[in-house]
């Protein structure tokens, strides 16, 4: 790094005695990241990559009461500009070529909601918003429902239904078309073609009990984006770029179950069953259209000596069967964790938690593609086990305030 990243955010939020909430943030990112790429002693190539950007944002939101029903409406717009530049320090090089551009987006939208709850039982909620995207490769409409219905009549039985949308941008690096080098075969390009996607989301919960939940749930990415990794037909070159797919569909079901003896042994038992399939007709100069039913299963555990014990130990099982990225399958993975919890002083208000993670260091996959001319495998050979050490002074009960996160996973040259 050339230089500290650099990250200030400015909110202001007003509300209103008659249900009124205007608000508005500013927010300021830079980042100036420079790389070098040797071979042995010899110099390959460097570069400079800057980003700065400015982002504004308000909003206005209006709530009504009549009688038992809520009524909301508002707007939301948001401005960014960003100035984002890379330069190599050897001059002319074809296949990495500098750029210095900005990139202005906006993003307006406005919504109506409504939500009420009945005596027998029923609580509802549903809104949908209109959305306008713009910058200077693309814009378009999009509409964006939301539902959510809860029937509570005993606590033996509870139904859930929801059903929500999303709306996920790309980083503003990518849009630049940059290129990073990961080594002297391995590159990864921007995709100024990229575009957001709408995830849909739709979950049917029965709860028994209050315990006992099961889940069936249906997610489809309308063209949702996905990295995968790509061999060159023309040079020794292996691309690493984010496309959009044609979709991406899950569909499954969850269940999860708490059980145990008494005071010395807790667990909790998650099984998830699902089919994920992915869909690109324009990946480079192929297609791919991958399908697969894949388990994942947990088991975690919590065990005591006595009722009053200040110490607890816990051991998980965690473990997903062979999965999919894109055009890539991926290896069956597995970890245990355990963990010691040593819990003191006044009112318990002092816990030192000693916790190893993916003891056995089984929690990367391999992946491999052999697929139209595509024979790639990469196993990763990092240290996935840790251990840490934590220790946690409450006082006098407290709990740390709920803040409003703002969301930065789109800033950064090293997407």
Not at 49 to 72: A, C, M, P, S, T
Not at 258 to 283: L, S
Request: charged letters at 20%; glycine letters at 6%; hydrophobic letters at 35%.
């Amino acid at each position: 790094m050339l230089s500290p990243v650099g990250y200030h955010n400015i909110a202001l939020r007003y509300t209103a005695p008659f249900g009124l909430t205007v608000g508005g943030d500013y927010t300021c990112y830079s980042e100036n990241r420079s790389q070098s790429l040797f071979k042995d002693a010899d110099y390959l190539l460097g570069s400079e990559n800057r980003q700065d950007i400015n982002r504004w944002h308000v909003y206005v939101d209006q709530e009504h009461q009549f009688g038992k029903w809520q009524l909301n409406y508002g707007a939301e717009y948001q401005h960014s500009k960003d100035h984002s530049s890379q330069h190599y320090g050897i001059v002319g090089m074809a296949d990495n070529p500098d750029f210095d551009d900005i990139l202005i987006e906006d993003v307006a939208s406005f919504y109506v909601g409504t939500q009420r709850s009945f005596d027998w039982g029923l609580s509802f909620n549903a809104s949908a918003k209109g959305e306008y995207y713009h910058n200077k490769y693309q814009h378009n409409w999009n509409f964006i429902p939301q539902l959510g219905a809860t029937y509570y009549k005993t606590p033996k039985s509870i139904f859930q239904l929801n059903f929500d949308a999303q709306r996920i941008y790309p980083s503003y690096w990518e849009l630049h078309g940059g290129t990073s080098h990961i080594n002297d075969y391995s590159t990864i390009i921007g995709n100024p073609k990229l575009q957001p996607y709408i995830q849909y989301d739709a979950q049917f919960n029965y709860i028994l009990r209050q315990k006992y939940v099961a889940t069936l749930y249906f997610q489809y990415g309308d063209k949702a984006t996905v990295q995968l990794p790509y061999q060159s037909p023309d040079a020794q070159n292996l691309i690493y770029q984010t496309i959009n797919m044609n979709y991406k569909r899950v569909v499954g079901l969850n269940l999860h179950a708490p059980f145990g003896a008494g005071y010395i042994w807790n667990a909790t038992a998650t099984a998830n069953v699902f089919n994920q399939r992915e869909k690109a007709d324009n990946f480079h100069d192929i297609s791919f259209d991958n399908s697969k039913w894949i388990f994942y299963g947990s088991l975690i555990n919590s065990f005591k000596f006595s009722r009053n014990c200040p110490v607890s130990l816990s051991v998980d099982f965690s473990y997903i069967s062979p999965s999919l990225q894109g055009i890539a399958d991926l290896s069956a993975i597995w970890k245990i964790d355990a963990g010691v919890k040593w819990q003191f002083g006044k009112k318990c208000c002092c816990e030192l938690d000693l916790k190893a993670d993916d003891i056995f260091n089984k929690w990367s996959p391999t992946m491999t593609i052999s697929h139209a001319g595509q024979d790639y495998r990469m196993k990763v050979h990092d240290m996935a086990r840790n251990i840490k050490l934590t220790f946690i002074w409450r006082f006098n009960g407290f709990k740390p305030k709920e803040n409003n996160i703002i969301n930065t996973s789109r800033f950064g040259t090293g997407k």
